[in-house]
């Protein structure tokens, strides 16, 4: 058995987004088939909770919306061009020894994670994001902000997302890492369901101040190591 989280957007402005724990029967191993089973036990665990329709958000979501809006897949316009969330997540780490890793920003998805220096440059300390610089609180601060600002300019597009009852993402372990793109479309359907993501995203202050305000935003007991966890 396994626990993974459901993420429900909740339309409430001092609490956007709920986690609710599921238990589901886990199919052990890397293989992608073995990864659509665990979906599938997850959304039919889940089903019986009451806790239905779900969109996966992953590569490996069955759905094409799903793996669209995958940090790995998903597109952010920046000066350089296009590039993915999550390289321009990765390259723009700071830590105690180094970064941000800019060079990480031309590189693909897999690449970017992947890259020695993020596991080998110490304690992470910030973010650096073309000059902007992000702190580590609030805890998903940055990553929420990079993805939603990817996203904002198809906001009629992204109301198919309002016949979800929530969002999951399979390679997400809430004892491993913080940060879920899953946790993050939650987030969006609520600023969208509230007509308040173009406000939120009219500079880092105003971001920084509906994040922090969220109760998404708990002590989570998972110690930040060396960026690992990020």
């Not at 780490?93 to 590189?107: M, S």
């Not at 198919?160 to 879920?180: A, H, M, V, W």
Request: charged share 30%.
């Amino acid at each position: 058995m396994a626990k993974r989280p459901v993420f429900i957007p909740l339309k409430q402005k001092e609490h956007l987004v709920d986690e609710i724990q599921v238990d589901f029967e886990w199919h052990p191993g890397f293989a992608t088939v073995q990864k659509k089973k665990n979906i599938v036990e997850l959304h039919e665990a889940s089903k019986k909770k009451g806790l239905y329709p779900l969109l996966e958000i992953s590569t490996k979501s069955d759905e094409p919306l799903g793996r669209r809006l995958s940090a790995f897949n998903l597109k952010i316009e920046t000066d350089m061009g296009e590039i993915s969330v999550e390289s321009a997540f990765q390259g723009s780490k700071v830590f105690e020894q180094g970064g941000p890793f800019t060079d990480l920003y031309r590189k693909d998805s897999y690449a970017a994670k992947k890259d020695q220096r993020i596991r080998e440059s110490g304690k992470l300390i910030g973010f650096n994001y073309f000059g902007q610089k992000w702190p580590l609180v609030p805890k998903t601060a940055f990553y929420d902000w990079l993805y939603l600002t990817a996203l904002c300019s198809h906001q009629d597009f992204l109301k198919r997302l309002f016949k979800y009852k929530g969002f999951t993402d399979i390679e997400f372990n809430p004892q491993k890492s913080i940060n879920c793109q899953a946790r993050t479309v939650a987030l969006l359907v609520s600023l969208l369901k509230l007509k308040s993501l173009d406000e939120a995203l009219r500079s880092q202050d105003d971001f920084i101040e509906v994040v922090s305000s969220d109760a998404l935003q708990k002590d989570h007991s998972v110690e930040l190591r060396q960026g690992q966890l990020l």
